[in-house]
């Protein structure tokens, strides 16, 4: 059974991005401890089966993300070394974005602002069907730009969706630039609250401030949607990529690969 490492599962993303010389590394780092907590401590899969039908649900809306999420699902067992050594290669299933094709990945996004829409569906669906099953979203910051977001915000409150979970990864860039200047959002925290979600925020990448608020989120059967707001850094883990936004699109080198991952090797 994997204990989800985090420095484990970052070498599997250095390793997935140098090996199919692509990108969107610093948006899968910033995400790691959130999704290592998840899948440690929260998500279940019955009999360890993708499909069960009883499993909670885990959506990543910033699908560009998805790197993080592939690791994890190679922890599973899911996914092969082979899958993650040939990532992005010809003829490989695993793709720059998260894809419904792929075990253990629920929805198809990367055109952002659809994640949390399907997740809120399936939130509704085990209320439908009395189950006690969880609906984990993890949105970006810069994501909270689309207009379907808000909708789906306010559809799930009305709707008493308890059992939602959206986890913001707030690491304060997109695509462009930083969040606040793209389009200033103000504090998340308090637009959800607004919304009608129990809120609250925590330092995305300490694991047992996360942990922590998820138990606490879960236990209130309120008829109140639930947000975490998780302060993170876009590249965290390698000091040469913490908060440069230039690792969304750069690609690994044979030199920066190598220093990448001697880093890691130093961390405790």
């Not at 997109?174 to 609250?193: I, N, R």
Request: proline share 2%; with cysteine.
């Amino acid at each position: 059974m994997s204990d989800f490492n985090s420095k484990t599962l970052r070498a599997t993303v250095l390793k997935m991005a140098y090996a199919g010389s692509t990108v969107h590394i610093g948006c899968a780092f910033s995400i790691i401890e959130i999704l290592a907590v998840l899948y440690r401590n929260h998500l279940r899969y019955p009999d360890n089966d993708a499909n069960a039908g009883l499993r909670d649900y885990m959506v990543l809306s910033k699908g560009h993300g998805v790197m993080a999420q592939y690791a994890c699902l190679h922890e599973k067992g899911w996914l092969s070394s082979y899958d993650l050594e040939n990532y992005f290669s010809d003829g490989s299933r695993l793709k720059g974005l998260s894809d419904a094709h792929v075990i253990g990945c629920e929805v198809t996004s990367g055109s952002l602002g659809h994640g949390l829409p399907v997740g809120v569906g399936m939130a509704l669906g085990a209320k439908f069907n009395k189950t006690d099953q969880h609906c984990y979203v993890i949105a970006g910051d810069g994501e909270m730009n689309e207009g379907p977001m808000w909708e789906a915000m306010l559809f799930a409150k009305h709707w008493k969706l308890d059992n939602l979970v959206v986890i913001v990864d707030e690491n304060g860039f997109q695509a462009m630039g930083t969040t606040e200047q793209v389009m200033h959002l103000g504090s998340l925290q308090d637009k959800f609250s607004a919304f009608g979600f129990d809120t609250l925020a925590v330092d995305g990448h300490d694991e047992t401030a996360l942990d922590t608020a998820l138990s606490a989120l879960k236990l209130m059967k309120n008829g109140s949607p639930k947000a975490i707001i998780a302060r993170t850094v876009k590249g965290k883990g390698v000091s040469f990529m913490e908060h440069q936004n230039i690792w969304h699109y750069t690609r690994l080198t044979p030199d920066t690969f190598e220093s990448a991952m001697a880093e890691l090797e130093e961390k405790q």
